[in-house]
């Protein structure tokens, strides 16, 4: 079993940053993959960014050049950057963790981030 808990949401003025974090316990060791997803009122969870053990990412189109997701295997915590938020990056932001040996997704309890002006 994975326990995933996010932190740093909140409300912010178009044009500003937000940095979210997600705290993983149990069996971190095993963990492959870690990563952010968001769903906005009315639509399908979407990607937003993920991250390797090796420190591999990958970002979905509408982040690319604003957010940078890191990991700290040490802390088992993984951390979303977000700059230049946009009042469409409004939406309850999830992290996840992905373990290939089983294979099994973990998802924690979701942060509101919402951009408005």
């Known amino acids: 079993q994975v326990q995933l808990v996010e932190s740093g949401g909140g409300l912010v003025q178009p044009g500003e940053s937000l940095r979210l974090s997600c705290a993983a316990s149990?069996?971190?060791?095993?963990?492959?993959?870690m990563g952010w997803y968001r769903q906005a009122p009315g639509k399908e969870r979407e990607l937003v960014a993920i991250i390797t053990s090796r420190g591999i990412t990958n970002y979905g189109d509408s982040v690319k050049g604003r957010f940078t997701i890191s990991r700290d295997n040490a802390k088992n915590t993984v951390y979303l950057e977000m700059n230049s938020l946009k009042p469409a990056d409004t939406a309850v932001y999830y992290c996840?963790?992905?373990?290939?040996?089983?294979?099994?997704?973990?998802w924690g309890q979701g942060t509101q981030v919402t951009v408005s002006s």
């Open positions: 996840q963790a992905y373990i290939s040996a089983y294979p099994i997704y973990y």
């Open positions: 149990g069996m971190t060791s095993s963990i492959n993959v």
